[in-house]
């Protein structure tokens, strides 16, 4: 019960701090790269309704100020030899693979109490989150001050939570989400007639991709070592290995890249089966969803029902019918 004293009391701080877009662009105070970046919002809201089908509603009409780098901070958690995320059950949602906090330190709080039982964890921050309907998301001063196709992605993520949410499986319900930004995005920046944010994106996609299949072909391996019979503390140490030549390999990819990596900070802690679970939920299910979005000529509203119709299938059988 106190945890979800901590959620409710923290979203209803957020709640407490809205403002309303128009009114701020009206305002002669608001400051001018604000009053432009809430501007553009409108108009990314506007496209996610008109030209991607996405339940807009009443949502990002309102900005948040929150003097701080995020809005919340997910613990994620796995055994030492497993890589099978431990999952918390909530109401409404069912069981997800994270536990949220909106106070850093409570989440670290509880991450070091799961270390202390054994497990891998991972506590990371986020810029963002759907309430599912429940509540009018807000633009939050976490993710404002991005470029603008992030800013993009980001609204289309969140709002695709809304057109398709299934209890108990955060794989396929981040993969999903990530698939309807991808999709979104690239239509938003030809739309907004920005080559040359095309291009930026088209760049950071291609990198983003190495960086998940990097990760992914890791996790295989630790996959296929913990499953073998062999003593403890042998395992400990080839576990180590591995995350040694994942690391090492990464510093070899990124010299091919024409940019700084956004990945430096995720690389510059250490790494544990947790972490990897982390990238695995957003991204494990993506190539599947594009395929499905092709073979439904790339029209949204069929891809929607497409999905909508996985999922009402068993776990095991929707996974199945999209691999």
């Known amino acids: 019960m106190q945890y979800y004293g901590h959620i409710i009391n923290g979203h209803a701080k957020i709640l407490n701090s809205r403002q309303s877009i128009k009114q701020l662009i009206a305002d002669p105070h608001t400051a001018t790269e604000l009053k432009g970046k809430l501007e553009r919002i409108?108009?990314?809201?506007?496209?996610?309704?008109?030209?991607?089908?996405?339940?807009?509603?009443?949502?990002?009409?309102?900005?948040?100020?929150?003097?701080?780098?995020?809005?919340?901070w997910n613990v994620y958690a796995a055994p030492e030899f497993s890589l099978t995320a431990k999952t918390w059950s909530y109401p409404v949602i069912g069981r997800a693979a994270y536990r949220g906090y909106y106070v850093r330190s409570h989440a670290i709080s509880y991450a070091e109490k799961l270390k202390k039982n054994?497990?891998?964890?991972?506590?990371?921050?986020?810029?963002?989150?759907?309430?599912?309907?429940?509540?009018?998301?807000?633009?939050?001063?976490?993710?404002?001050?991005?470029?603008?196709?992030?800013?993009?992605?980001?609204?289309?993520?969140?709002?695709?939570?809304?057109?398709?949410?299934?209890?108990?499986?955060?794989?396929?319900?981040?993969?999903?989400?990530?698939?309807?930004?991808?999709?979104?995005?690239?239509?938003?920046?030809?739309?907004?007639?920005?080559?040359?944010?095309?291009?930026?994106?088209?760049a950071h996609r291609v990198r983003h991709r190495h960086f998940v299949d990097l990760v992914k072909r890791y996790r295989f391996e630790l996959d296929s070592l913990y499953r073998q019979d062999i003593p403890p503390g042998k395992k400990r140490l080839q576990k180590a290995s591995v995350f040694r030549r994942l690391r090492t390999e990464y510093e070899h990819l990124k010299l091919n890249w024409d940019a700084n990596s956004a990945y430096e900070a995720w690389f510059n802690t250490s790494l544990n089966n947790a972490k990897l679970l982390s990238v695995a939920a957003y991204y494990d299910l993506v190539p599947e969803f594009l395929r499905l979005l092709e073979s439904n000529n790339n029209d949204l509203r069929q891809f929607y029902t497409a999905c909508r119709q996985l999922a009402k299938l068993p776990r095991a059988e929707r996974d199945g019918r999209l691999k």
């Open 118 to 202: 054994g497990y891998d964890v991972y506590v990371g921050g986020a810029t963002a989150y759907s309430t599912l309907g429940w509540f009018e998301d807000s633009v939050l001063s976490t993710f404002i001050q991005r470029d603008e196709y992030q800013v993009a992605a980001l609204i289309f993520h969140e709002l695709a939570h809304q057109v398709l949410y299934v209890r108990d499986d955060t794989t396929f319900n981040e993969s999903f989400a990530s698939t309807v930004e991808q999709a979104g995005l690239q239509r938003w920046m030809i739309y907004s007639n920005n080559p040359k944010g095309l291009q930026k994106y088209l």
């Open 42 to 72: 409108l108009e990314i809201r506007e496209f996610a309704e008109n030209e991607l089908f996405l339940p807009v509603n009443n949502h990002y009409r309102t900005y948040i100020e929150l003097n701080r780098p995020y809005v919340a």
